[in-house]
């Protein structure tokens, strides 16, 4: 019995790491979008364009490690870990589908992605508990 608890542990782990990685895919898509529009609405020159996707891609992996480690409740390093190469590993196959080769900006997204989710699931493991009243 005790086995089968453990691996039906184990799936019910791999989801929350799959679902988060696919909310830090597209909370990284929603934020780029809002950012686009404020790069057209403000009349922002387009070289500020790379630092908002980056911005973004942060966004998106902090967001997305911070609710699996609320997911899972312990390890949030981690799963922080896990979640941000997850993320990383997407997004880098997103952008060699697009045409985009490797440069010195994978590494810095790699280093980025990784720092976000690692104090995102840190964060998410040692956050207050929300009291539910109803």
């Known amino acids: 019995m005790e086995y089968e608890f453990s ?12 679902l988060g990685a696919l909310l830090g ?12 529009v ?10 500020y364009a790379a630092p908002f996707a980056t911005l973004s891609l942060a966004i998106g992996s902090f967001f997305a490690s911070r609710k699996t480690s609320k997911i899972i409740g312990d ?12 993320v990383f590993v997407m997004i880098t196959l997103l952008s060699l589908v697009m045409g985009n080769g490797f440069s010195i900006n994978t590494l810095f ?3 980025i992605v990784t720092l976000s989710s690692l104090v995102g699931g840190i964060m998410g493991v040692n956050g ?5 009243y109803i």
Do not use: C, Q, W
């Open 109 to 111: 997204h790699f280093i």
């Open 38 to 47: 404020a790069l057209l609405l403000l009349d922002i020159d387009r070289a």
């Open 128 to 132: 207050k508990k929300r009291k539910k």
């Open 75 to 86: 390890k949030g390093y981690i799963t922080g870990l896990i979640v941000g190469l997850t």
């Open 7 to 18: 691996k039906k542990d184990n799936v019910n782990k791999r989801s929350a790491y799959l």
């Open 25 to 36: 895919v597209l909370s990284a898509l929603a934020s780029m979008m809002i950012f686009a």
